[in-house]
């Protein structure tokens, strides 16, 4: 563990980065489940096996939780990357605590708000305000790595 | 070379890890060789291009491309952070190069599956065995840095 | 930033990486721009928000921006670990930042060609060019670790 525990930044990081990818994992499952109470399969095969092809069809539930996937994908991938840098970048522990901190709890909630169709916009907001800490940190990296372009 | 060389269990997860994105590229290749084939393309411009704007249009084999390289996004792109960093926390030769090569076998599986539309469940078995070891090293990472939350 | 500044090749590498995680952010941005402008919102509570349920719906344009987007998502995140690994690999400065200024080069020119629709090959050719270094640089990689699979 030699790498992890000399950087307590880069192990805060850590911490949060895993459970947003478990998050991303959970909406894969809820979505398999959606699908299956609502008999509705994007592949013939999968249709087949469960009652018909007349279940190779959309549903709108469905179709937003893949949605809330591939804005995570959009999102939650770069931070892996960012996160990753920011922590070798040599912040302070407080500051880039509050950085990944707030990225998983908006996060969190942008996925709440697309699940359960909140009022607009909690979700435009939670989106955004995730952004704000991806932003800082992807500035931050420019700055410091600026003179090797 | 230094940092590959001295972490073996990292140098064996890079070697599966750029297996699967070559596999990606490979799906993303024929992706498009089934769009020229089957003459549907998702942009008018390219569809102009081979014969007119009638060939703009869906095809549910481009669809079922496009619905495996997406499923990949999902799976291989967070395995490329977790096999990574659980790299780093120290584990086993032999018990690593399990995680990575279970991954790998059922990641191509699943390619495989979905391409030639194999029976059900084959492909969605193909998943869940891909992702045991992922949500193995996710909690061991997260034991691992828990004290640093 | 000891490991950063110790390596030149990777704060080259994390400078081109950062501009294109910018450059997909950005994208981001575009298609909420045009969702708005075109009154075309995946989510009805969305439509809701701006004007009523007819707004949910399909525009074109938003659909061109987001297929720009996860084309984004299926090669710069790719580009995202195989660059960070490739640097790690020992290649000189000047070979490794041809690498990652032409993938960074050809994948705006991707990106500008999907949004002003540019004609056919533009776009196609950008995407080419773009995937020479990377898989440059995932044979490169193999060679390294081939020993440790």
């Given amino acids: ?40 399969f994007a592949n013939p095969e999968d249709a087949l096996r469960h009652g018909g092809l007349q279940f ?10 893949r949605r809330a996937h591939i804005n995570d994908l959009e999102n939650i991938l770069p931070f892996l990357f960012l996160g990753a840098i920011y922590s070798m970048i040599g912040p302070s522990l ?7 901190l707030v990225f998983f709890l908006a996060r969190v909630l942008h996925s709440v708000a697309y699940l359960f169709a909140l009022r607009a916009p909690t979700r435009s907001l939670a989106y955004i305000v995730a952004q704000i800490p991806c932003v800082s940190m992807a500035l931050q990296i420019l700055v410091a790595v600026a003179a090797y372009a």
Wanted: with cysteine; glycine share 2%; net charge positive.
């Fill in 1 to 40: 563990m030699a790498f992890l525990t000399r950087n307590e930044v880069f192990s805060c990081f850590v911490f949060y980065a895993v459970l947003l990818v478990i998050k991303m994992y959970i909406l894969a499952i809820i979505t398999g489940q959606v699908r299956l109470r609502k008999k509705a």
């Fill in 56 to 65: 190779h069809r959309e549903d709108p539930y469905v179709e937003r939780c």
């Fill in 94 to 100: 407080p500051v880039a605590r509050l950085h990944f």
